[in-house]
């Protein structure tokens, strides 16, 4: 319960934090920049999602695995368990990367406005620039782990069929032993033997994770795309800096120094002439 209070809370700050920004680049007609930042923002949390759902099809494998124990030999299904829970394990720790990401998206938005308010567009666009070449950074490394961990899950799918495959070859054998008995030549027997059929069963997850993290990687790439147009059109957004919004503290020094203009010839009109002026 205090997790989802927490994630509840979480998500609150990082809306209320989002919704300035995107104000404010509406505000100063940035309204693609606006939309490609939260674009990348929702990516990054949909795939957050994607991973605790495909962490939770493994961990209902593991539980299959559990209440088979009995029936199958022992061997087999703890073998199967530690590889599930090896999968989990990398999964989760995919997850907490993108956390990082998530978090300094939220930070890079809060500095921007703060920016904004300080210095004015140019340094808001410059602030934002930054935050994005971070977030780059971020999902290069994410980018390499995520293929480790699907070169994994295939490494692991492979064996489960192994398994599989040793499973029936034991069914075959035990079979055939009778048949060569009775005379009769050796017979193939058929996959759906409890033992192959298992691993079947257990397979199914770990290769629909296979083909999850390999679409995974190709969205990636397509999200170092947008944040490349992004950082570009940035460059534009500085550009365009006088004719944005003034900062308070530039709005303050304008008002000090027309004031001061102004009491200028005031000082000069009570000053007493010189002897050189009269002449």
């Known amino acids: 319960m205090e997790t989802a209070?927490?994630?509840?809370?979480?998500?609150?700050?990082?809306?209320?934090?989002?919704k300035q920004l995107i104000e404010l680049l509406n505000q100063q007609d940035m309204d693609g920049r606006s939309q490609d930042f939260m674009g990348i923002f929702w990516y990054v949390a949909g795939m957050q999602m994607q991973?605790?759902?495909?962490?939770?099809?493994?961990?209902?494998?593991?539980?299959?695995?559990?209440?088979?124990?009995?029936?199958q030999p022992k061997s087999v299904t703890e073998k199967l368990m530690d590889k599930v829970a090896h999968l989990?394990?990398?999964?989760?720790?995919?997850?907490?990367?993108?956390?990082?990401?998530?978090?300094?998206?939220?930070?890079?938005?809060q500095q921007a406005?703060?920016?904004?308010?300080?210095?004015?567009?140019a340094e808001m666009c410059k602030v934002l620039q930054t935050g994005i070449s971070g977030v780059k950074s971020m999902l290069s490394d994410y980018r390499e782990r995520l293929v480790d961990v699907m070169t994994d899950c295939e490494k692991t799918a492979n064996q489960i069929d192994s398994i599989g495959d040793?499973?029936?070859?034991?069914?075959?054998?035990?079979?055939?032993?009778?048949?060569?008995?009775a005379g009769k030549g050796t017979k193939e027997v058929s996959d759906e033997k409890p033992g192959v059929g298992m691993t079947r069963v257990i397979n199914k997850p770990v290769k629909?994770?296979?083909?999850?993290?390999?679409?995974?990687?190709?969205?990636?790439?397509?999200?170092?795309?947008?944040?490349?147009?992004?950082?570009?059109?940035?460059?534009?957004?500085k550009e365009a800096e006088k004719g944005g919004r003034v900062s308070v503290k530039d709005k303050l020094s304008q008002m000090k120094e027309k004031a001061g203009q102004k009491k200028v010839p005031e000082q000069d009109k009570a000053k007493p002439k010189s002897k050189e002026e009269c002449l």
């Open 5 to 18: 209070e927490q994630n509840t809370k979480q998500i609150m700050e990082e809306n209320e934090v989002l």
């Open 51 to 71: 991973l605790t759902a495909m962490v939770d099809e493994l961990q209902g494998v593991r539980e299959q695995l559990s209440q088979m124990q009995e029936n």
């Open 88 to 109: 989990q394990e990398k999964i989760t720790s995919l997850s907490e990367c993108l956390s990082s990401v998530r978090n300094s998206l939220v930070e890079t938005a």
């Open 113 to 121: 406005v703060s920016a904004f308010k300080e210095k004015g567009k």
């Open 166 to 181: 040793e499973l029936k070859q034991i069914g075959n054998s035990v079979s055939n032993v009778g048949r060569l008995l």
């Open 208 to 237: 629909k994770a296979v083909e999850n993290l390999r679409k995974k990687i190709d969205g990636i790439d397509k999200a170092f795309d947008k944040l490349d147009r992004l950082s570009s059109s940035l460059d534009a957004g």
